[in-house]
């Protein structure tokens, strides 16, 4: 009778280590899982990231262009300027 109580003690025991071995390994395989979904949410943030800050270059680029173009207008219209009345001077007082 004690044989058959060990006998069944020790295929229990196997069962709880078989399905605690199961568990273990599932656990692993879902923080396996966690890890890769973190690892290619970080990567889409940086692709983002990079993807926004090219935007922004591009963006500051034409501003910084448009600001040229309109420092050369003011330089240009400014000359105008002074041409004009330099010559209505020059005609009106000589």
Do not use: G
Not at 8 to 22: G, P, T, V
């Amino acid at each position: 009778m004690a044989s058959v109580v060990r006998t069944i003690i020790r295929a229990i025991d196997k069962s709880n280590k078989a399905r605690a071995r199961e568990l273990r390994q599932a656990e692993a395989a879902y923080q396996r899982q966690l890890r890769e979904d973190e690892r290619e949410r970080r990567v889409a943030i940086k692709e983002q990231l990079r993807a926004e800050k090219q935007q922004l270059a591009r963006i500051k680029q034409r501003f910084e262009k448009m600001f040229e173009n309109s420092k050369d207008m003011l330089t240009k219209r400014e000359a105008r300027r002074k041409e004009i009345v330099k010559s209505f001077i020059e005609n009106n007082f000589k």
